[in-house]
Structure formats: C-alpha cells, structure tokens
C-alpha cells in the first residue's frame, strides 16, 4: 500500500505543472489578440486621418482652379500642362500629414467658348515608407469649367 501512494503523490505535481503552462499559454495568446486590436485600431484611425486629409488637398485644388478664385496654382497648372503643390502644417490631427496636390490641365474649344479640364490628385501620407506605422491615401477628381 506504501508504494501505490509514492507513485500517486508524484501526479498531482505532474498535473499542476501542466495546467501552469496552459494556462501561461492561454495568458501570452490574450495579450497577443489585445496588442494585435489595438495596433489594428490605430492604423485604422491613421487610415481615416490620411482619407480626410486626402480630401483636404481635393477641395483645396477644387478652390484654386474655380473661377471665382484666379489663383496662381490654376494659371500655372493651365500653362505648364502639369503642376503639383506641396500642403503641410494641416491642423490639429491632420498634423503630420503631407498632402501633395498635383493638377494637370487641358483645354477644348467648343464652338466659340473654350473648355478647360482639371484633372486633381491629392496625395497624403504620414510616416516613412517600409514600417508599421505608414500610411497614405490617394484620390482623383475630374473638373470642367
């Protein structure tokens, strides 16, 4: 009867340390989903920051080349073909984000009056290129006047 116990002892000291580790093992997996979310989340917010701030250079470029503006960014754009313009110092969190608006113009002549067509592109990005945390958005619009 002796030996049976000396062998049963020895098992409870087995079980505890396995339930030890899956549950050490169950602990690392948590932190790693919640790291992982949360790195998720933040790029996710610094996706939209660089969407708005995209939209930013578009409705910039939309004013300089309506008419009511006769800014120099339309002029130029009109008679190098091709013209870009570099936004930074947006505010509050847009800050950090650089937004290249570049504009490329063509004119058609319709009967007596002639056309001009502005294609915008405004680019943003923050970060640098290769790591984590970059991120960049890019939109297009068409304008005839």
Not at 1 to 8: D, E, H, S, Y
Not at 61 to 86: M, N
Request: charged residues 10%; proline residues 2%.
């Amino acid at each position: 009867m002796k030996t049976m116990r000396k062998i049963q002892r020895g098992f409870s000291l087995i079980s505890a340390i396995f339930l030890l580790v899956v549950i050490a093992a169950l602990g690392t997996f948590a932190v790693t989903l919640s790291t992982t979310q949360q790195q998720s989340a933040a790029l996710d917010v610094l996706g939209a920051r660089a969407y708005q701030a995209s939209r930013v250079g578009i409705e910039w470029g939309a004013y300089q080349v309506l008419p009511a503006s006769a800014a120099a960014f339309a002029s130029t754009c009109r008679t190098a073909g091709s013209h870009s313009q570099i936004l930074s110092g947006l505010p509050n969190s847009l800050a950090g984000f650089t937004v290249t608006v570049q504009c490329n113009a063509s004119s058609h002549v319709e009967a007596t009056s002639t056309l001009w067509v502005y294609n915008l592109t405004s680019t943003a990005a923050q970060g640098v290129v290769a790591n984590p945390d970059y991120v960049e958005r890019q939109m297009a619009v068409t304008i005839a006047q």
